[in-house]
């Protein structure tokens, strides 16, 4: 009897109500029954994101959504500066560069975060940059940036701040408005809690103003024919209705939960997580670790290919390899969405049995034993 | 006890079996599990798309593929034919014109499909075009055109022929290698019987030259992107694995029925739902009716809106209205993907009901009686 967990940044679990509610026999997108759906969806986006701002919601991965936000703020010679510190931030590059937008790189170590002074250099010399993409969380390394002390930088100059929040959105406190984040970028299928599908792009009137002169070439993800059918509760072109009702039940925990405290759960799970593995002298990749995934070293003398492959095929718990230039040298661990104390510690168990395995010493129990007492210093409610 | 009965051209009911299929936890797309899975669905979207060429699924709606094959096969100032019989030949020509190709169109009278000599003639004067859109079943209208005969004029030319099957894919025979289609677009909540989100295209070696040669910037919808990962069994980006997991489901139940079954299941659902509506003297809307949605003409005196809505929000039955210029004129009731004698009928039965509410005459039952009568010629398994 294996039990399958899953325990990677995205797809994260899906909870069984939302599961059930996404069964149910499907209804047509152009109904009051399901535009009330539509409209209740987006009220509560605009909570979890922590906006007035419009979200327009696509039927699209997460990168589509990124793409959007290219084709609809730049034309092809704009300037635009990527800081770029791993593998979602070169994607930010790579959709400047399909474009042919004109890019300033900010390459950051993998690993660490970029230091907001080179931020502000880099932004003082390119004044006629239209937009600054940056990444929340980079989901391949488990580094989270300070995108607020970004934005306090970016908001008195002409520039756009676009932030990649895939990952961290419904993990880590994200206030678009209050720190004037201009465009925000999501994916369903991480803090918010259901399959991927879905991908969202919130766009502020800044950022609206870049839409109207861009000259890229688009339709399917334009911003303009997105506008248009919202502002009617509607969508350009027909919705993912299934997920839009899954996404709708899964706000509706979010909201009932409430944000602050979806934060203070995600803090405390990677808290725990952290303390679990440093416990049996696992080192950190993160300089900077995120709340919604932990990043680990592997140790030397492992195979982190085979490490991962073995927590899965052997034992059902999935967590994530490194990526590209990480691939076999960090596994990551998440502490994102539908997930509580038992889901991080049950990483650890299993993460303990496999190392043991492997032949790495250290005294079974003791990655545990640390992620436990962090949790008996939080209050449950 | 108000029941639900989904008759519209898309989305079409999802069998329960594939619902529930959707409804297990999910999985991670970067495993085994998962990989097994999808190519598992690519096998059977071969066997339904009749093709052995390479067939790109997108997290996206049915325009996405669209989107996916202007931007892959043309560049601007590319010559490409349009033909325009409906709301979704427009969508062709719009997306044409979004991408700065200079378009020929062949604009034909809604209701009808296109002549094939008029076809003709315009491949003879625009031997330079290098793509010629069609839609195979104008969903808006209820046209079926015959692309078989239009793939016979285009074969030997340097044109590729495009056809959106969105509609028509598992419900119409569409031999897309035999009759050399080169380009194939599909969606999957229609013939294929899951909710709205994926989105197919099907590309010849003949297109793929096309591709080679494109200059238009892309990056979500880029083919190569896509084949390279094909070849390895996997995405490009993150795909809706709920979704493909449900998608392998129903072509598992496509397969088992036989692709020959499909089609005269639909068609004998088609000439039952045609005999059942002229039965009580209304006119079909097509002159050439497709097998997958018969577009009906609302008689005069009643309002088309008014018959669509007290179907819907009083006895639950979701036929559709008509889209754009045909607002109000026509209503549409498909015979399309899991659908058998009963859901024809109950459409019929509710049909009559609220017609008759309406104040339109002919006798209760005449409508049921001649679709039953056609079912009976039909021999059942």
Known sequence: MKKNFILAPGPTPVPQNVLLAMAQPIIHHRTPQF?????????????????????????????????????????AKDKA???????????????CKAYCVDTVIIDVEWGKAVEIARVKEVLEKHKDAKVIFSTYCETSTGVVTDIKAIADL?????????????SALGGMD???DNWNIDVVVAGSQKGLMIPPGLAFCAVSSKAQKLVEVSKTSRYYFDFCLAKKALDKSDTAFTPAIGLCIGLNEALKMIKQE???????????????????????????????????VTAVCVPEGIDGAELVKIMRDDYGVTVAGGQAELKGKIFRLAQLGYMNEFDILTGLN????????????????????????????YTQT
């Not at 209740?40 to 605009?46: G, I, P, Y």
């Not at 934060?263 to 919604?292: M, N, Y």
């Open 350 to 377: 299993c993460l303990e049995i496999v190392l043991t395995k492997l032949g790495y010493k250290f005294s079974l129990g003791k990655s545990v034993a640390a992620a436990e007492a962090v949790f008996l210093t």
């Open 174 to 176: 994200l206030q678009t």
């Open 258 to 292: 409430t944000l602050e405290k979806v934060f203070q759960r995600h803090s405390c799970l990677a808290k725990a997580a952290r303390a679990g593995v440093e416990a049996i002298g696992l080192k950190l990749f993160a300089e900077t670790p995120a709340d919604v």
């Open 154 to 166: 970016v908001k008195d100059t002409d520039t756009v701040l676009v932030t990649d929040a895939v």
């Open 35 to 75: 535009k009330e759906i539509f409209k209740q969806m987006n009220e509560n986006l605009k909570y979890v994101f922590q906006t007035k701002n419009d979200i327009f919601t696509f039927a699209a991965s997460g990168t589509g959504a990124m793409e959007a936000v290219v084709v609809n703020l730049l034309s």
């Open 81 to 95: 500066i990527c800081i770029q510190s791993g593998k979602f931030g070169e994607r930010w590059t790579e959709l």
